[in-house]
């Protein structure tokens, strides 16, 4: 067999050139979608009750190595939430460029508890006795629940219901060496392929938002799926579904008469969190209006708001102090007496009206045959 020539320092250069402009132009288009499905949560709206949570642990995450795992969480803010300080972990992009972040451990989620249930309900201790977690456990999903911040009387806290956000630009899909994660041509879902995850995990670090879990018994990533079985039926999600505050639209972003669009685009009252990020994410918020402060003879002071538009803005950028403005305008506007779109979208009289296409009962479906 003839002896293969060494290729030159130019022509490897030129081999590097090609392969990444192959791997960039695969990235493309695994990011490539036709709709893209969102949600919008109204923060005015959110009781904190976990529902949502349950739902979603009910249906998605009870088998083997997932038990620590909960892609829909509802955490107290400020806080530092699941996993404990995920704001300040890093990832997402500067620019175009993505940036690496922390990698989550399991102990920083939070790990599922046992608890003492035999010796409380049988062990014959009666009232000498109470619930409590074995071992010595440091954090979890809610540690700090209901704790917030500011000093009384003016303190605040506030709830924020979190999923993956199914982002436009997803910096854990731009992070996978295995292309095992891409966003669904139909609907912009952001899924992980089972088949193709090795468990390398760069997803975890790249990802700002840390909505993607290790299953350390399968040894792949896991996350969110937005029900994408039940969209597929035409049945919202199970965490928007169950929710007692009908506070969690959803549809699609072009869909003007939709309400993903009227809160998005056309009012501009739904914000992404932490836009910085640069991964353009499809959860959107309408942020919180604050309860008004008392001074130091306890008389109402409107001169600012209770939750500080700073901390507004740095988890929603510089568009909330607008956002904030409208909402209180057509709140004005309906206490004069006036009509209000955006208000009676909020105010959700009518549960349909929260899904836009996804209204199908599920109860309707037919079974799947085995």
């Known amino acids: 067999m003839a002896e293969q020539p060494t290729p030159t320092e130019e022509q490897k250069a030129q ?56 892609w829909a969480t509802v955490n107290t803010l400020p806080g530092k939430g699941t996993p404990k300080d995920w704001e300040k972990m890093g990832g997402g992009f500067r620019g175009e460029e993505p940036q690496s972040g922390k990698l989550p451990t399991k102990a920083e989620f939070g790990e599922a508890w046992d608890f003492n249930y035999d010796e409380v309900f049988f062990g014959g201790k009666g009232n000498a006795v109470h619930l409590q977690p074995s071992g010595n456990p440091e954090w979890g999903p809610n540690w700090d629940e209901d704790q917030g911040a500011g000093q009384y009387p003016n303190s605040f806290y506030f709830y924020v219901p979190r999923i993956c956000n199914h982002c436009t630009n997803p910096a854990c899909l731009e992070a996978c060496p295995r292309n095992a994660i891409y966003k669904r041509k139909e609907d912009g879902i952001v899924l992980i392929s089972e088949d ?4 390398y995990r760069f997803c975890m670090e790249a990802c700002p938002y840390k909505k993607i879990y290790f299953n350390h018994v399968r040894q792949i990533s896991q ?18 579904r169950q929710c007692p505050g009908r506070l969690r639209f959803v549809g699609f972003l072009d869909d003007e008469n939709g309400p993903i669009y009227k809160l ?33 003879e306890g008389n109402i002071d409107e001169s600012k708001p209770r939750i500080p538009t700073e901390y507004l803005k740095y988890l929603f950028g510089d568009k909330v102090e607008k956002s904030l403005e409208t ?44």
């Open 196 to 199: 193709r995850c090795k468990g």
């Open 223 to 240: 996350k969110c799926i937005f029900c994408f079985p039940r969209v597929e039926k035409g049945v919202a999600p199970a965490c928007a």
């Open 15 to 70: 081999r590097a050139k090609e392969l990444t402009a192959e791997a960039k132009n695969q990235k493309a288009l695994l990011k490539k979608s036709d709709r893209q499905v969102a949600m919008v949560f109204d923060l005015n709206k959110c009781l904190g009750c976990q529902t949502c949570v349950v739902a979603c642990k009910t249906l998605w995450t009870r088998e083997e190595g997932m038990e620590y795992m909960w």
């Open 327 to 370: 909402l209180k305008a057509e709140m004005a506007k309906t206490k004069a007496g006036g009509k209000s779109e955006l208000l009676d979208i909020l105010i959700v009289y009518e549960w349909k009206s929260l899904f836009g296409p996804f209204t199908k009962d599920p109860a309707d479906l037919e079974p799947r045959k085995a």
């Open 264 to 296: 998005v685009k056309k009012y501009e009252v739904a914000l992404p969190l932490h836009p910085e990020a640069g991964t353009q994410p499809n959860v959107y918020y309408v942020p919180p209006i604050s309860p008004p402060r008392f001074d130091a």
